[in-house]
């Protein structure tokens, strides 16, 4: 097993710990998994981004498809890291709502990957996760307003 996703197990049983024993520092908890969950994004490697997530783990974009297992999550964020290679993920806030944690994010880029475009994006969205019993994410449920993205990655933005 990749030290990485070792290293991220770790840290998984850590949160699960803090939210069981209701730890002071669960909010700052939260916040370096969300800090390190974003520097993942920002790895270029698709593999980090999926050892957050539990084996069984699926990330739900815009009410699309369900990526399931850290394979497909890894060809989902190694797709745009490779259309993207100067992408830059920014972890906006965390907020904790109705039991499940948001990670709203920012994202820009220039899509100059195989047949890119060349046009850059700067959207934002917020992921929804739901936590495994080992305090990875289980399920994520991604938002972003893919008719924004889809105008900008095109350039047909109206000004």
Not at 3 to 10: A, G, R, S, T, V
Not at 127 to 153: C, H, M, N, P, R
Request: hydrophobic share 35%; glycine share 10%.
């Amino acid at each position: 097993m990749d030290n990485h996703i070792k290293n991220n197990l770790k840290f998984g049983i850590l949160v699960l710990l803090v939210f069981n024993f209701g730890c002071k520092n669960k909010q700052d908890q939260l916040q370096e998994f969300g800090q390190n969950y974003n520097a993942a994004w920002n790895s270029q490697k698709g593999e980090n981004v999926a050892s957050f997530f539990a084996k069984d783990g699926a990330l739900i974009v815009n009410k699309g498809t369900p990526i399931v297992g850290r394979e497909a999550i890894t060809k989902f964020a190694n797709d745009f890291m490779v259309a993207f290679p100067d992408m830059k993920l920014t972890m906006d806030s965390l907020v904790i709502k109705n039991g499940r944690t948001e990670f709203h994010w920012r994202f820009v880029g220039t899509n100059t990957g195989p047949d890119g475009t060349g046009n850059s994006v700067d959207f934002t969205g917020f992921e929804s996760w739901k936590f495994s019993d080992e305090g990875l994410i289980l399920e994520s449920i991604g938002t972003y307003d893919a008719e924004d993205y889809t105008k900008q990655v095109s350039g047909k933005i109206n000004n």
